[in-house]
């Protein structure tokens, strides 16, 4: 089973930024869409980004367009979050999930592998 590693949270000042990294074990191949999710105790898990199989497509949650961008590296297997200008309102448990298609998808349900997340706090 493919398990998706979060790394690089910490805590940051507003205004600070942070670049989250995801390395998935288990993968055969780099075929496969990877969407970005937070979560804290009071929400439901919401939609952050997501990145194509390719790295050429990008979606953005509305609350962090402009600010938060996706990438990959294929060749590494490891895709990552640049977070910029981070505000109170970010802090939340980041994950990364893959998915086995080439097409973003937005609904943390219809993805397929998860690992733990990584803790980001903005303090203000």
């Known amino acids: 089973q493919v398990h998706q590693v979060v790394s690089g949270g910490g805590l940051v000042q507003t205004g600070g930024s942070l670049r989250l990294s995801c390395a998935a074990s288990g993968l055969t191949s780099s075929a496969y869409t990877v969407g970005w999710f937070r979560q804290t105790p009071e929400n439901d898990r919401e939609f952050v980004a997501a990145?194509?199989?390719?790295?050429?497509?990008?979606y953005y949650a509305d609350s962090v367009k402009g600010r938060f961008t996706a990438s990959r590296d294929n060749a590494k297997n490891t895709v990552y979050l640049q977070m910029n200008n981070l505000k109170p309102e970010d802090t939340a448990v980041y994950y990364c999930a893959g998915r086995n298609s080439q097409f973003i998808v937005t609904i943390a349900g219809r993805y397929d592998y998860w690992g733990p997340g990584t803790q980001v706090t903005v303090s203000s």
């Open positions: 990145i194509g199989a390719s790295g050429t497509n990008t």
